[in-house]
């Protein structure tokens, strides 16, 4: 056997033994070659394109190889290469900023994409302005959102999925309706009435009139099943809610994107600072800031170092696109994803990543273009490792089995009570009949080591139990634990944690 620093290497989906080399499968018992290719044996996988690697992070020598170099549909595994762009190119100490200022008669609310701007962070605006002594405005509120552009979601989303917020869209003023930060969607509270055939109450968090709700929802006998749906048609607001919920049934509530968050966000502005004491006599529209504009009021976000923790941890779609636009606009003058994403690739070539098998559609992972190879997501992860950012990255990533969604993220559930938990740390992904997971792993002598799964075209549900028992071989060095491990099944099944709040009880 070939061995190097008492390593035994797997290259090409093969083991070099005796100077000849040898299928996989016939790797010695116990080694992680013959582990692996048994958990990768699954009948779940039939047929399906299927890409592993795994590298000691410090070396960089390859320990195992799966088709690694093929391109595959990497679904959120792509964040990882926004993020790593990001930091780059951005600074983790990169801020979005909103400010308020006037000129003439006008306030104008100017934004550079700030996706943690909640109502809250809108009503102190409105009070920093009414401090200033602002108490009427004669002309218009004026929404700036110019610092992007107007294409609000990349080219190739698909249509059935705009509704959502997980394919939200995007825009230099938005807001955001919660504390994952689901920018520019609203939360619909729906509950029942106390008696059966009444109209089910429905409500809007935030509050605002650029989106209606159409409630044709009634209340149904106790103990009746839920049917409840609530959809948004592409290119208007008209929240329109159907079927029934059962009388004494807890309340719910879910989220839909909004169109047009520009607007969107100047009336929730716009109601806060009615309820601080100023009067806006005109009309609210869009438009740009004047050079001269005096500002009365300033919020900056949290620098990207904390927002990438939201950003990885819950898989944010929409702060990704945001990201890709910020960066183009920072890097050529331009915030649109035709500018971000080449600068996007740009640096991806300097951290080492061979960019020509790489092709970034959008930055979430959202689009079935996307293209990238396990080999070059573990390219990425060991070489971000030499960059003075890195501690902020590393500190971003789900942790799996630690609870809380600001620390295990969309690893929280999983890999529990094994020696994965509290060690691996990395990116999961999914679509439909896609499931990834990239990220660091220390083995049992304190090695680190970077893998990278990808799983395209299987059918049936997603087989994250298999990326699980990757981790967990992996973590512990030895067959047992992952062969007798059995992943509990998310609360939401095999999606992402900000597609979850699509979908009704």
């Known amino acids: 056997m070939i061995k190097s620093a008492g390593v035994a290497l797997l290259l090409g989906g093969t083991m070099a033994l005796g100077g000849a080399a040898v299928p996989a499968h016939a790797a010695p018992a116990g080694s992680l070659a013959a582990d692996l290719d048994a958990i990768l044996r699954d009948g779940r996988l039939r047929g399906a394109a299927v890409s592993v690697t795994v590298r000691d992070a410090g070396t960089g020598r390859t320990l195992y190889d799966r088709d690694a170099g093929a391109p595959r549909t990497p679904a959120s595994n792509n964040k990882l290469q926004t993020a790593a762009a990001a930091f780059g190119l951005l600074g983790p100490g990169y801020r ?22 909640r109502a809250a962070e809108y009503d102190r605006l409105a009070a920093a302005v009414a401090a200033e002594g602002v108490t009427e405005i004669r002309g218009d509120l004026v ?32 807001v955001s309706p919660n504390d994952d930060f689901d920018a520019g969607s609203v939360e619909i509270s ?81 109601k806060a600072l009615k309820a601080h004491g100023v009067r806006v006599a005109g009309a609210t529209e869009r438009g740009r800031t004047p050079a001269g504009a005096r500002t009365v009021a300033t919020r900056t976000s949290m620098p990207l170092s904390q927002l990438a923790v939201p950003f990885l941890k819950l898989s944010n779609n929409v702060m990704a696109e945001t990201l890709v636009k910020a960066i183009g606009r920072e890097t050529r003058g331009e915030g649109s994803w035709a500018a971000g994403l080449p600068a996007v690739t740009a640096e991806l070539r300097r951290l080492g990543v061979d960019t020509a098998q790489v092709t970034m559609a959008d930055g979430s992972g959202l689009a079935r273009a996307n293209r990238t190879t396990a080999a070059q997501l573990g390219t990425l992860l060991r070489n971000v490792r030499k960059r003075p950012w890195f501690p902020a990255w590393r500190a971003a990533l789900p942790v799996a089995g630690q609870p809380g969604p600001l620390a295990g993220g969309t690893l929280a559930n999983r890999m ?9 740390r990395a990116k999961t992904g999914t679509l439909t009949g896609v499931t990834a997971l990239s990220g660091y792993v220390r083995g049992p002598g304190g090695r680190t080591l970077v893998f990278s799964t990808l799983f395209n075209g299987y059918s049936g549900g997603a087989p994250k139990d298999l990326e699980d028992r990757i981790a967990i071989r992996l973590a512990t060095g030895g067959t047992a634990a992952s062969t007798r491990y059995r992943a509990a099944r998310l ?15």
């Open 96 to 117: 979005f900023r909103t400010t308020v200022s006037v000129e003439g008669d006008d306030l104008y609310l100017t934004g550079t994409g700030d996706t943690t701007m």
């Open 143 to 174: 929404a700036d959102d110019t610092w992007f552009d107007a294409l609000r979601t990349p080219p190739g989303w698909a249509p059935g999925d705009l509704q959502y917020a997980y394919a939200a869209q995007t825009s230099a003023l938005t």
């Open 190 to 270: 729906l509950a029942p009435a106390a008696r059966a055939g009444r109209p089910v109450r429905a409500g809007l968090t935030p509050g605002t009139d650029v989106v209606k709700i159409d409630n044709r929802a009634v209340t149904g006998r106790p103990g009746s099943p839920s049917s409840l749906a609530v959809r948004r048609r592409n290119g208007g607001n008209t929240i329109v809610v159907t079927g029934s919920h059962p009388a004494g049934a807890a309340p719910t509530s879910v989220l839909r994107s909004v169109e047009e968050p520009t607007l969107y966000a100047a009336d929730v502005f716009r």
């Open 416 to 424: 529990r009570g094994t020696a994965a938990a509290g060690n691996v």
């Open 491 to 505: 609360d939401g099944g095999d999606l992402e944690p900000t597609w979850l709040a699509g979908r009704l009880p």
